[in-house]
């Protein structure tokens, strides 16, 4: 097993998402290089994974005294009355001494580049940088970095980074939820819910049953599979790209992007945690697949990365749902106990694993549920409860417990 490196040496940035403090916490403790998230302005998640001015500065102090960086999502597409409130927000964020922002638009990156020249600007997967000549007028408006649009191959990748300037950063996703649409750029929200995924109010609208008719060609086809749910024929499969990380890395991507500032921090964790230990070397791309099947995610595939179109054909399958997320760590096992915060159902009899940064799941069997007056109980069946449990040594705070479904 060898670690992940760049052509000229070093590790590619592993970059996690979050949309509350919780979130910024696990990142950090699962070793997230970077962690982007969204403020109070013009961020395209739903307001509920967008932090206030308050929360950003915290989320700001606590990156940045780990030695992180913070990257704030600007990346709606701006309207009218949204252009003059840029500088005054651009200049917000450089005093909370914001490493980058993301940009989509391209209005917006030329008012916050005029507004604070220093302030890092990178430019959004939504603004669908295709080729080497639009990622050339983007490094001449100031723009540092490129999220590469998703409908890239890595040999596109290759000649992109080739023909473009050498401090130009290439970022591109490597795991997590895909939209069905051009680089996420998608309207069906917007016409079937009235909310618009291009202004962060996406009601996943291409994840919901349709039942296909071709009223006009008769004798032409396309074949869907259906059960008792209906179809999810415009609902794509979830990118997961552990076995192309090397190749990735070799074309000159030097930011590995985890999606998910809507996912849970369990999720975060074992996403983070999984792609830490590959990028150093310590877990096989085997290994890790095995270990990102026990988060909820639909079908995996590999994108456009190796120009197969059977990877991006519709996920027909659902929602792989293998492990529950039982329950954090509040302190370090003592003892041969260890008090816990509930969020799902266990028992005593249960195989419990231990997902603790830096190293793969071990497993134990719990043995004795007490509550919080001390008393035996035979089943956890509450969240947010504080119970007490048998446990092996080595087990730290904020540590999380699960189990197979």
Request: proline letters at 4%; aromatic letters at 8%.
């Amino acid at each position: 097993m060898n670690e992940i490196l760049m052509p000229g040496g070093g590790k590619p940035e592993l970059l996690a998402p979050a949309g509350d403090m919780e979130a910024v916490r696990t990142a950090l403790r699962f070793g997230a290089d970077a962690i982007y998230l969204g403020g109070p302005f013009m961020q395209l998640r739903a307001s509920s994974a967008g932090f206030d001015e308050e929360r950003l500065a915290e989320a700001s102090r606590l990156i940045h005294a780990a030695g992180k960086r913070m990257h704030v999502t600007v990346n709606c597409f701006a309207e009218n009355d949204e252009i003059p409130r840029l500088a005054e927000y651009a200049r917000f964020l450089r005093d909370l001494s914001v490493d980058a922002v993301i940009v989509s638009d391209i209005g917006a990156v030329a008012e916050i580049k005029a507004a604070v020249p220093d302030l890092e600007i990178h430019l959004s997967t939504q603004a669908n940088c295709m080729n080497y000549r639009a990622a050339q007028v983007y490094y001449d408006m100031g723009v540092s970095r490129i999220v590469l649009a998703r409908e890239l191959s890595i040999e596109q990748i290759a000649e992109l980074r080739a023909k473009t300037p050498k401090d130009l950063q290439l970022e591109a996703f490597i795991h997590g939820a895909m939209c069905m649409a051009y680089s996420g750029r998608c309207m069906l929200s917007a016409f079937l819910a009235g909310r618009s995924g291009n202004r962060g109010q996406c009601a996943q609208t291409c994840r919901w049953n349709y039942y296909l008719m071709e009223e006009k060609r008769p004798g032409e086809f396309f074949k869907v599979e259906e059960d008792e749910r209906g179809m999810t024929i415009l609902s794509s499969k979830e990118l997961c790209c552990v076995d192309i990380l090397q190749q990735m890395a070799d074309a000159g991507v030097c930011s590995f992007k985890m999606e998910g500032r809507m996912r849970t921090p369990f999720y975060i964790a074992t996403v983070c945690n999984t792609y830490r230990l590959l990028i150093d070397g310590k877990i096989s791309a085997a290994q890790a697949r095995t270990e990102l099947d026990t988060t909820s995610h639909r079908p995996f595939c590999t994108g456009f990365y190796l120009s197969d179109p059977g990877e991006v054909a519709p996920d027909t399958g659902g929602y792989v749902r293998e492990y529950l997320f039982v329950a954090t760590a509040l302190e370090d096992s003592r003892a041969g106990k260890l008090r816990i915060q509930t969020r799902n159902p266990f028992a005593a009899g249960d195989k419990l694993e231990v997902l603790s940064p830096g190293k793969l799941p071990e497993s134990f069997i719990v043995e004795r549920i007490e509550d919080e007056d001390g008393q035996p109980i035979a089943r956890s069946a509450h969240p947010m409860r504080t119970l007490t449990i048998n446990a092996p040594e080595g087990i730290k705070k904020e540590d999380l417990l699960r189990k197979k479904a």
